[in-house]
């Protein structure tokens, strides 16, 4: 399983970007996808996922800000980021925690990291 993260940048507070991170390789059908990110020096946390039935969560400090979603025909997850705001700086990473019926246990994959500056 392969996950390739790509949209990041450098944006004015305030601005807006979009994420995207394309899968390749897997066939689980029960999975989460999603959104984490590590501030500097800070620990990673969520941002955002989607299941396969279509539920969400969102970080509290989204705020509506967000939206995760995806298109199941190009295997792609996207997270739209509106009223970017300097806290937001970080490295932004794509999960997929998919299970693996066979053994019955989740299985954890992450793809490289994409940054995210915003600017004051």
């Known amino acids: 399983v392969q996950l390739q993260a790509s949209g990041g940048g450098l944006v004015q507070a305030g601005g807006s970007l979009r994420l995207s991170c394309g899968v390749s390789?897997?066939?689980?059908?029960?999975?989460?996808i999603g959104w984490a990110r590590q501030p500097p020096g800070k620990q990673h946390e969520l941002v955002a996922h989607i299941t396969n039935t279509g539920n969400t969560k969102y970080g509290d400090f989204v705020k509506e800000r967000f939206t995760i979603s995806r298109d199941n025909a190009k295997n792609t997850v996207y997270l739209q980021m509106n009223n970017l705001q300097p806290e937001d700086t970080a490295v932004y990473y794509c999960?997929?925690?998919?299970?693996?019926?066979?053994?019955?246990?989740?299985?954890?994959?992450w793809g490289q990291g994409t940054q995210v500056t915003v600017s004051s």
């Open positions: 999960n997929l925690q998919g299970f693996e019926s066979t053994s019955s246990t989740w299985k954890g994959y």
């Open positions: 390789g897997s066939l689980f059908t029960i999975y989460t």
